[in-house]
Every structure is written in C-alpha cells, then in structure tokens.
Nanobody, 126 residues
C-alpha cells in the first residue's frame, strides 16, 4: 500500500501561481506513473497531468498545457505540479494518484491509478 499526501493548495488570484506537492510513503519505483487529477463541484474527476518515472515523459490535458508543469523527484518520492497563469476554471480539489503499471493507453483515465491522495483545495479568485 502506498499513501499519498498532497500539500500546497490554497487561495490565489487569477493569473497567479501555486505549486502542489505529493509525497509518497514508499519509493516511486513501485509506481512508474504518477499523475494529478482535479474535481470541481458537480463535475467528474478529470485528468490534469502525468509523468513516467523512468523516462520523465509528461502528459497534459489540453486545458492546462503551457501553464502547468508536472515533475518528480524520485529521491524524495515526491511529485510536483507547478501551476502558473491560473484561471477561475482551475478551481477544484486536486488529487495526486499513482499507478503500479504502465498502461500508457489509458494514462489520462482514473482506472489505471491504484492509489489516491486525500486531495487539496485550489481556489482561484477574480
């Protein structure tokens, strides 16, 4: 079992930046894919970004491409999400997720992720 703990959420004005962190309780070698999802009130959980452990290849939702950057520090068992140029529509609870297998064809779907954090609230104000 892997526990994931997110931090770094908060309230920020539109155009501002936040950096989310996700600390894993075990080495990320057991979770070759790690990702971020978000869920706004009344909406389904949606993919934001993902990163592969060995190649560091990244994947982004179109809505955040060019504004968000996902990265990972395998030595610290931590994944980050740098969010810049935040918009009102980025307001959501952000969840960190980890997958035991590298099912790249479904990397943007929730079904391949085995572990989830408790979520951290990000609120963007005008």
């Amino acid at each position: 079992q892997v526990q994931l703990v997110e931090s770094g959420g908060g309230l920020v004005q539109a155009g501002g930046s936040l950096r989310l962190s996700c600390a894993a309780s075990k080495p990320t070698s057991s979770t070759p894919i790690m990702g971020w999802f978000r869920q706004a009130p009344g909406k389904e959980r949606e993919f934001v970004a993902a990163i592969r452990r060995q190649t560091y290849r990244t994947y982004y939702a179109d809505s955040v491409k060019g504004r968000f950057t996902i990265s990972r520090d395998n030595a610290k068992n931590t994944v980050y999400l740098q969010m810049n140029s935040l918009k009102l529509e980025d307001t959501a609870v952000y969840y960190c997720a980890a997958a035991r297998s590298e099912t790249l064809s479904a990397i943007t779907t929730t079904r391949i992720y085995d572990y989830w954090g408790q979520g951290t609230q990000v609120t963007v104000s005008s």
